[in-house]
């Protein structure tokens, strides 16, 4: 039942911005961290930037730090990635990802191996 689509992604020069979105359906954000992954060819999949919807604390890998942020729009049941300042390095496949988390944890999880439910994904292409 739970179900994450993203949408967003496209072409876009280097120094360009995007926005991606990940439409979720079937659960509570309130329950949920939510997590921003890429995979680029010969790399391994990594976390990018990520939420807690129980009390909002984030994760930003060192690469996305002060480029990047995330949010949620909980009316709209859709968690955002704002990409500035985008470089030829952040072309990859970018997945949106989900799962369940106690109110009492601490940080939020940061591992693809943590997540649950996944996105079908969306290519993110920045030329130089």
């Known amino acids: 039942e739970v179900q994450l689509v993203e949408s967003g992604g496209g072409l876009v020069q280097a120094g360009g911005s995007l926005r991606l979105s990940c439409a979720a359906s079937?659960?509570?954000?309130?329950?949920?961290?939510i997590g921003w992954f890429r995979q680029a060819p010969g790399l391994e999949r990594e976390g990018v930037s990520c939420?807690?919807?129980?009390?909002?604390?984030?994760y930003y890998s060192d690469s996305a730090k002060g480029r990047f942020t995330i949010s949620i729009d909980s009316a709209k049941n859709t968690v955002y990635l704002q990409m500035n300042s985008l470089k030829p390095e952040d072309t990859a496949v970018y997945y949106c990802?989900?799962?369940?988390?106690?109110?009492?944890?601490?940080?939020?999880?940061?591992?693809?191996?943590?997540?649950?439910?996944w996105g079908q994904g969306t290519q993110v292409t920045v030329s130089s």
């Open positions: 079937g659960f509570s954000f309130d329950d949920y961290a």
């Open positions: 939420i807690s919807g129980t009390d909002g604390s984030t």
């Open positions: 990802a989900a799962v369940k988390i106690a109110t009492m944890d601490e940080e939020v999880p940061s591992k693809s191996y943590e997540y649950d439910y």
